[in-house]
Structures are given as structure tokens and as C-alpha cells.
């Protein structure tokens, strides 16, 4: 069974060819990063007039990468929520336009479940577009139930994951303030780092010292699985404005370094601790910052001290991209579920929510 799945949530458009064993045949990603980054942050109407213009070329190259011809293809899935309407919009009518034209299944996928189950993607080293030194081929994926860490730009939450169907996913605790990767992202903008600053900061934190700053991250010591990012990018902002943004390269490495290391202990201890309460042996991440370097080494490190096992997607499956829309929309096309022309862009995921939005006594 082959999947061709499309992706167009946020500010990159993507299409990918899947096998049922979650082997990537091709995944091109055509990143908008440089449209948005003179603004520090994504415009939507942007992001929607882009996705328009690259959609069709993406699509194309994705088939042709994978070598295969429409025959080949058993179904279409999309990224319908959540997201930017205007820009999840045009995956949803491309997708619609290309299943009624070829007569093929569609259905809609939840971008979070697509980074959930990114860890079942296997991408092979001669993929050359999309090999990472890492190539997962001969990696056993994980076995259900496992507990994930999704932690992206929008969205971080840790889950209990029975599954593969969103209905089987339960939340265990998110954050109730900004997102881990929306943290980095504002850490490097008053850092003067450019947009997005989480893999500057990944790269800039290698060299810098994790003490030289003593930041604090609240919810860090409850033994609640909730977790808040936006205190600590209170202060950096607020030593900035007091310092100036460090002059140095090893004092700004230093600043980085504290950052990262607060927001990845508390985030690997979180969900190594959230498996041992379920009594699950099994952790995974997903999602943007599970591309980076110290979350990993973290996450690997606790876990093995629990004995548990920590499987961690590749690079590429890390950050969005529609190889993982295709594996989960894979999954629901193979329990018999389709969806009809009535299938509608949404910006809120269909994942239950546990956690409440906002600060004050629970
Ligand atoms: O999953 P993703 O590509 O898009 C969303 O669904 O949000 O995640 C993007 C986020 C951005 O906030 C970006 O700064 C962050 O992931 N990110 C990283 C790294 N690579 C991407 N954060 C920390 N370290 C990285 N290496
Ligand atoms: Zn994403």
C-alpha cells in the first residue's frame, strides 16, 4: 500500500510517498523559513499564497522522487488541523481535487498524530533528499502502549499512547503557556538570532557553559506532568534588557546554553517520570524540538538509567514534513476509514485537552 500524503499546516509545503511498513519513498519539503524570517514570526496570508504556488510543483516532485506514476498510489492523506486555516486550506483542496481526479480514498489527519507516529518512519539512507546520518532502516519501532513527548512551536504536551488513532491518545499533561519550540523561537529573537531560533540556539548552546546563567523554569519540581515556558523567557528577555544582548560569542553561548538546558531537563525528566507512573516501558518524542541535540542525549540518558527504551524519530521526521501525514493517514486508510468531500481545514487538533490554558490555582 502506497500513500502519497500532503502537508501544509504552517510554513512548509510538503508531499511524500509512504509504504505500509512506514518506508519513506521520497519527502520533499519546501520550507517558507526565508519568506517570514525579515518578519520574526510566520504571516498567514503569506504562508497561504506560498503554499498555492508550491503545492502542485511538490506533489509532483514527490511521485517522481519516489519513482512511482499515479497507479501506484492507494490513497491521499492530508494535514486538515490544526493549523493556519488559509494555509491548511490549500492542502485540503489539493488533496480533495487530486482523490475525485484519480478516483482515490481520502482522509484527513491530525498534524499532531502525524508527529506522534513519525517515529514509525523508516527512511532509507539512498533517499538522498532525506537521509540523515542517522538512517532509522533496522531500528525496531516501538510497541504500544508507549508514552510520547510532542514538542513543537505550537503545541507540547506529554501523551499516553495506546495506538495509532487519535481516540487512543490521552494527555497526561501540556503546557499551559507557550510551547517549547515557541519558547526557543522567542529566546532567539530577543537573543537578536533571526527566526526560528531553535536550531540556532542548538548550534550556538554546544560550546556554551549550562551555569553561567541561573534561570529557573516553573512547574519544573511538581510532580505534575503540566509545564510552563513562558516565565523563562521572561528572563532571559529581562536580563537582556538589563545587560544588553551578550557582546561575546562565548557569553551568548553561555545564555543559550543555561536556556536550553533548563527547557530540555525538565522536559526529558517530565516524561521519563510520566512512563514510570503508567508503568510504560517505551518513550518516544515528536515534534520540532525533538530535533534537538541535548533533548536527545537527555532523554536516551534517563531513560536508559529507568530501563526504558527511548526511540527517537530522525531529523527529518522531527520537524514537519508530510512523510508522517502519509504514515498516519496510512494507518486509518488500513482500518477502513475515509473521509468525504465535506472534509474541512480546522485550527484546533482533535486530541482531547486535559491541561487549562493560563496561570492561577487548579
Ligand atoms: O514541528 P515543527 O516543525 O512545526 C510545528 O508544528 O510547530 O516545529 C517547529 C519548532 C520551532 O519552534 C523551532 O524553533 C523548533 O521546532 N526547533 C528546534 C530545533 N529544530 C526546530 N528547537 C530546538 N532545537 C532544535 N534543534
Ligand atoms: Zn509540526
Not at 129 to 156: C, I, N, Q, Y
Not at 223 to 242: D, P, Y
Not at 292 to 315: F, K
Request: charged share 20%; glycine share 12%.
Amino acid at each position: 500500500m502506497l500513500v502519497l500524503g500532503i502537508e501544509s499546516s504552517c510554513d512548509e509545503t510538503g508531499a511524500a510517498i509512504v509504504d505500509e511498513t512506514g518506508r519513506v519513498l521520497s519527502d520533499v519539503v519546501q520550507s517558507q523559513v526565508s519568506l517570514h524570517a525579515p518578519y520574526g514570526g510566520v504571516i498567514p496570508e503569506l504562508a497561504s499564497r506560498d503554499h498555492l504556488r508550491n503545492a502542485g510543483p511538490v506533489v509532483r516532485e514527490a511521485l517522481a522522487r519516489a519513482g512511482v506514476s499515479w497507479d501506484a498510489v492507494d490513497g491521499i492523506a492530508v494535514t486538515n488541523r490544526p493549523g493556519l486555516v488559509g494555509a491548511l486550506l490549500v492542502g485540503v483542496q489539493m488533496a480533495k481535487g487530486l482523490a475525485w481526479a484519480r478516483g482515490l480514498p481520502l482522509v484527513g489527519v491530525d498534524h499532531l498524530v502525524g508527529h506522534l507516529l513519525a517515529v514509525f518512519l523508516r527512511r532509507p539512507a539512498k533517499d538522498g533528499a532525506a537521509a540523515t546520518p542517522s538512517a532509522t532502516e533496522g531500528v525496531a519501532p516501538p510497541e504500544f502502549p508507549f508514552v510520547a513527548l510532542l514538542a513543537s512551536g505550537g503545541h507540547t504536551a506529554i501523551y499516553r499512547v495506546d495506538g495509532p488513532s487519535a481516540a487512543e491518545v490521552r494527555e497526561l499533561g501540556a503546557t499551559r503557556d507557550d510551547a517549547a519550540g515557541e519558547a526557543f523561537d522567542k529566546v532567539g529573537k530577543v537573543l537578536g538570532l533571526g527566526y526560528p531560533g531553535g536550531p540556532v540556539i542548538d548550534r550556538l548552546a554546544r560550546t556554551g557553559d549550562p551555569k553561567a546563567v541561573p534561570l529557573t523554569l516553573p512547574m519544573g519540581h511538581t510532580k505534575s506532568f503540566e509545564l510552563s515556558f513562558s516565565g523563562i523567557k521572561t528572563q532571559v528577555a529581562a536580563r537582556v534588557r538589563e545587560h544588553g544582548i551578550p557582546k561575546s560569542e562565548s557569553e551568548l553561548a553561555g545564555v543559550c546554553a543555561s536556556f536550553q538546558a533548563a527547557v530540555t531537563s525538565v522536559l526529558a525528566k517530565k516524561l521519563v517520570a510520566a512512563a514510570v507512573q503508567e508503568g510504560v516501558r517505551t518513550v518516544v518524542i515528536g515534534g520540532g524540538v525533538a530535533a534537538n541535540r541535548e533533548l536527545r542525549a537527555r532523554v536516551t540518558e534517563l531513560a536508559r538509567e529507568h530501563g526504558i527504551r527511548a526511540v527517537l524519530p530522525e531529523l527529518a521526521s522531527c520537524t514537519d514534513n508530510a512523510a508522517m501525514i502519509a504514515y498516519a493517514g496510512l494507518v486509518r486508510l488500513r482500518a477502513g476509514e475515509r473521509d468525504g468531500w465535506n472534509l474541512v481545514a480546522t485550527s484546533s487538533t482533535s486530541l482531547p485537552r486535559a491541561t487549562r490554558k493560563g496561570r492561577g490555582a487548579r
